[in-house]
């Protein structure tokens, strides 16, 4: 079981990855789209990387509701 | 129509500057090919780029960019500043309007090392491993897309493809959007990155490609007797073109005119060139046919010259047929010598070369011909770069053919 620290820090190590934003940019409020440079496109990249990284499954249609950070640190801790 | 700006990432430099002094020095950009996939193909050599663009682009951006898309955004850059140009279009700091600008990039074959090596992730690594990225990196207008959006065109972005011939159709193209007043200013080019296994395979399999792995940097030889097929290059050329009126109100510094293009298609052979050099001479003929420019203007030709058998020649006899005693009088230099071909790259490296020569007086050298094909009755520039007429208005062509039987020939003279 990851905490919400550790799925923080690995998803902003996957959003600094991806999208080139500084991990500590990457907070539990920020929009992937809106202020972490990371469109449509590119959040299926960090979706994978993050199933890949913690285990868990996030389906496509799901992954609409995943607007900010903390909705996915959020749904990632519910799911593994 | 006029250059107000050029950009090169070549096997010989990763700026136009560079690109320049290694033509005039006669270098060669051919090198061994070292990856391990390379060790068992009948072909192991190729002219890389000089500069990774890894070492210029950020990694977020990079990624999401095909190489070909990598080498034309780079060329874009430097050519999009060299004209003036600060910001993008869409910028409120720039006068120019994005309406009236557009983007011609091209290649002969698109992204595709992104599809090879996305197939490759699809079967080592899985369905969901394959990159969202992958339809915008390897569909052919993607370079001209993302340049496109670096400049902000809103006047058209377009592709025209027609394998080696498509940087060369491409400032056609743009020329022809300027004079039927669809833009003021172009930002036109051709670029490619096919230096993968399947490809170099592909064209050497179709005994177009030289063998000559042990001796690289003299293996790219136009018009030598010796010659064995062209050498892979990758890169590409960008220049930014512009009305006349429109750079000369906004006092731009002008390289050289774009008097226009000569185009035809051999109706010949899928692959082999129409070897009387009967269809390149009519894309000659046209390009003087349509276009105020006479032929005693012409001092200079970048000539096509592959280092292939048959090509070089039936170029060398089109030349012949539409220039006559007046191609005596025509320094032809062969730069394939050195940067090897860019196939739909070669267009546009080329224009950047035949542009620099007509600014600076001086045609780059041919180099590699030992043994002069007899076959070859011309003027050929080699060894060393050698000064043009110092005097008076001259011009230049850049010719570039392609698989499928295209001819363009583009033409350029001094203001």
């Known amino acids: ?80 | 129509m006029v250059v107000t700006g050029i950009g090169a990432f070549t096997p010989l430099g990763g700026d136009a500057a560079t690109f320049w002094e290694g033509l005039l020095a006669g270098k060669s950009g051919v090198r061994s090919l070292t990856e391990e996939w390379a060790a068992e193909l009948p072909v192991r050599i190729a002219a890389r780029v000089a500069v990774e663009p890894g070492e210029i682009l950020p990694r977020p951006l990079a990624r999401k960019l095909d190489r070909s898309a990598q080498f034309a955004l780079i060329a874009a850059r430097e050519a999009w500043k060299d004209a003036g140009y600060e910001a993008p279009a869409t910028d409120e700091a720039n006068p120019l309007a994005p309406e009236r600008l557009g983007a011609v990039i091209a290649s002969g074959i698109g992204g595709v090392t992104t599809l090879l090596d996305q197939y490759d992730v699809l079967k080592e690594q899985g369905v969901r491993k394959v990159s969202p990225h992958t339809v915008p990196m390897l569909m052919p207008n993607s370079p001209a897309a993302n340049v496109g959006l670096e400049v902000g065109a809103r006047a058209g972005v377009h592709t025209p493809v027609s394998a080696c011939a498509s940087g060369a159709e491409a400032i056609g193209y743009a020329i022809e959007m300027i004079r039927t007043g669809r833009a003021d200013v172009v930002v036109a080019g051709g670029t490619e990155a096919a230096v993968h296994p399947l490809p170099i395979v592909a064209f050497s399999n179709m005994m177009a490609m030289s063998k000559n792995n042990e001796d690289p940097q003299h293996a790219s030889r136009p018009y030598d007797k010796g010659r064995d097929g062209f050498v892979l290059g990758e890169g590409a050329g960008v220049i930014v073109l512009e009305s006349a009126e429109h750079a000369a109100a906004r006092g731009a510094r002008v390289y050289c005119e774009a008097v226009g293009q000569g185009l035809s298609s051999d109706a010949h052979h899928i692959a082999q060139p129409e070897p009387t050099g009967a269809g390149v001479a009519r894309a000659i003929d046209d390009l003087f046919a349509r276009n105020e420019l006479d032929k005693s203007e012409v001092v200079h030709v970048n000539a096509h010259a592959t280092s292939t058998p048959q090509g070089d020649t039936a170029e060398i006899k089109a030349l012949r047929r539409t220039l006559g005693e007046h191609l005596d009088h025509v320094a032809i230099s062969a730069t394939k010598s050195m940067t090897g071909h860019l196939l739909g790259g070669a267009g546009g490296i080329e224009t950047v070369a035949t542009v620099l020569a007509l600014h600076n007086r001086i045609a780059p050298p041919t180099i590699n011909v030992v043994d002069l094909d007899d076959d070859i009755e011309a003027d050929i520039v080699r060894d060393e770069a050698r000064k043009l007429p110092v005097e008076g208005r001259i011009a230049a062509l850049n010719n570039s053919f392609g698989f499928g039987g295209h001819n363009v020939v583009l033409a350029f003279r001094t203001v």
């Open chain 1, 1 to 80: 079981m990851a905490t919400r620290e550790e799925v923080l820090e690995g998803l902003a190590e996957i959003v600094n990855e991806i999208a080139g934003i500084p991990v500590e940019d990457v907070a539990l409020d920020k929009s992937f789209t809106d202020d972490l440079d990371v469109d449509s496109l590119s959040m299926v990249e960090v979706v994978v990387a993050a199933e890949e990284r913690f285990g868990a499954k996030i389906p496509d249609d799901e992954v609409k509701n995943l607007k900010t950070v903390g909705d996915a640190v959020d749904f990632i801790v519910a799911n593994v």
